[in-house]
């Protein structure tokens, strides 16, 4: 058994002003994701610019931050949200849905599509490995926050989340399990997939196939939110329903015939 080391979500305060752990972490991966692109961008198989990376993650910085809280209202609370609606706005409180975040980021892709002349998959294929990383610094801050932890023991490296949970009892560090799954593992799965020429949607299709799964997994250890429960069956929650379509849409993308792609896209064949 392991006690939280219990450190402080304020990362420091000017005046009035606190700087929040969480928030550091949400640069950090717009940081991560910013290199990274610059990196795929210099790349002789791209046709990308190093300068319309700032540009895209302008646009996913927004769709993120817009979907997330947006989709943690809807999905997650919407009968508060409904009777506290300004409350949405006030994203210091915390409460953000990754799956809401992937909306806003689609939705963001597909005004830069429009805006650019790009096709959608383009950005998506060039997106989709910066993404983890990101992912990863979310998780960390979740950990930070001693939020979303799992079931309840017996495991070695089980922790005590002594701030957060009443019964103090030790329980799976789910949060760092997807840190694990969907940042570093998913980050080089991706990564090494994408250093050769993929046929369109081939990249973002496995980003979506892995993460709905590991997402799926990570569900059965992780405690699920107080105020929903459990869906059905004694074990489906709210984040396994979210990821199951997740899966569909990847494998749908991921084996969707190369010459449909390509039509859709206008790319060329490997």
Not at 46 to 63: K, M, Q, S
């Amino acid at each position: 058994m392991i006690i939280h080391p219990g450190i402080d979500p304020v990362a420091f305060s000017i005046g009035p002003v606190s700087v929040h752990w969480y928030g550091l972490m949400y640069l950090a991966g717009f940081a991560a994701g910013y290199g990274l692109g610059t990196v795929r961008a210099a790349r002789p198989d791209t046709d990308w610019e190093t300068h319309e990376v700032a540009d895209v993650l302008f646009y996913i910085a927004i769709g993120v931050i817009l979907g997330g809280r947006l989709g943690y209202a809807v999905f997650y609370n919407p009968g508060y949200y409904f009777q506290n609606p300004l409350e949405v706005f006030q994203l210091w409180t915390g409460g953000m849905s990754f799956h809401g975040g992937l909306l806003g980021v689609i939705a963001a892709m597909a005004w830069y599509a429009f805006k650019t002349r790009r096709h959608f998959f383009q950005i998506a294929d060039f997106i989709a490995p910066l993404t983890p990383l990101g992912l990863f610094a979310g998780r960390i801050g979740n950990f930070i926050n001693q939020e979303l932890w799992g079931k309840v023991s017996d495991l070695p490296w089980a922790i005590v989340f002594p701030a957060s949970d009443p019964s103090r009892m030790p329980r799976h560090p789910s949060m760092l399990y997807e840190a694990f799954l969907e940042g570093i593992l998913l980050f080089i799965i991706l990564w090494l997939y994408s250093r050769k020429p993929r046929s369109t949607g081939h990249v973002s299709g496995l980003f979506l196939i892995c993460y709905g799964a590991f997402r799926f997994l990570v569900e059965f250890v992780r405690h699920p939110d107080p105020h929903i429960g459990y869906l059905a069956l004694d074990w489906l929650t709210m984040g396994q329903v979210l990821s199951i379509p997740m899966i569909l849409l990847g494998l749908g993308i991921f084996f969707l015939p190369i010459r449909q792609a390509n039509r859709l896209t206008g790319s060329r064949k490997d």
